[in-house]
């Protein structure tokens, strides 16, 4: 299997959002990540269904929205119908996890958990069959430009081992200070999705920063 980037619109120009955008599908990129912050959940504000729409006129990758707001459930009907593909969130910020990840099947997008740091694996434990995907977050969500959390790497493995006993096909993602210089790290431990923002937006190329990326990942079989 080969490695997927998704880079963060979150450190793109949005003066050029679709130039970018194109930069770095041109360079391979397979989804675009979209960071949405509400000022509760994390002290930072960003955007909303406005931006996913936007997105989805401007690329055909798939839109993988994560969430960092308090009651995400109240965006499942409208993100979907905004156009995203994957619908993530963090287990802390609401009640009823499972039920909002079956809603966010239902309406098409693949339903994903995100875990802070701190936020212990056995968060996501009882509800393995209901995700296609599980984010971990190598730096604490608020703001792009951090540094990767070297206890992110254990984890990513012990995520990789909790899916691999209950057969589940996850997606395993990574997001927080990937570059060049972490990567593999992440990868090697078990990722198979990794989102970079300042990595490849922060860039005069952002084409040639995906490219460089995906070259630190060897094939994995
Ligand atoms: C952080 C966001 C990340 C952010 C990553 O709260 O969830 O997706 O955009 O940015 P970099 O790659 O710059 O760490
Ligand atoms: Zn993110």
């Known amino acids: 299997m080969s490695v997927r980037i998704a880079p ?3 450190a793109a120009d949005l003066g050029r ?3 970018q955008i194109e930069q770095a599908v041109a360079g391979g990129a397979e989804w675009i990540h979209v960071d949405v912050m509400d000022g509760h959940f994390v002290p930072n504000l960003t955007f909303g269904a406005p931006m996913i729409r ?3 006129r401007i690329t055909d990758r798939p839109l993988d929205v994560h969430l960092m707001v308090r009651h995400p459930e109240h965006y499942i009907a409208e993100y979907a119908d905004a156009g995203a593909a994957v619908f993530t969130f963090h287990p802390e910020a609401t009640v009823h ?5 079956a809603a966010a099947r239902e309406r098409g997008m693949l339903a994903g958990l995100a875990l802070n740091p ?3 694996i056995s968060l996501i ?4 069959p209901d995700l296609d995907l599980v ?3 190598s730096v604490n969500p608020g703001y792009g430009g951090q540094s990767y959390l070297p206890h992110a790497t254990d984890k990513i493995r012990r995520v990789r081992a909790l899916l691999d006993r209950a057969g589940s096909r996850a997606a395993l993602e990574v997001d927080g200070g990937i570059t060049t210089a972490t990567i593999a790290e992440a990868w090697g431990a078990g990722a198979d999705t990794l989102v970079a923002g300042t990595a490849v937006f922060g860039t005069a190329d952002p084409a040639q920063a995906v490219r460089d990326l995906a070259r630190r990942c060897a094939v994995r079989v």
Not at 97 to 101: A, E, G
Request: net charge neutral; hydrophobic share 55%; no cysteine.
């Open 8 to 10: 963060s619109v979150l």
């Open 135 to 137: 984010l971990v977050m």
């Open 118 to 120: 701190a936020s212990p």
């Open 17 to 19: 959002l679709r130039e």
């Open 125 to 128: 434990e009882e509800v393995v």
């Open 97 to 101: 996890v499972q039920r909002h990840l």
């Open 54 to 56: 936007a997105l989805r």
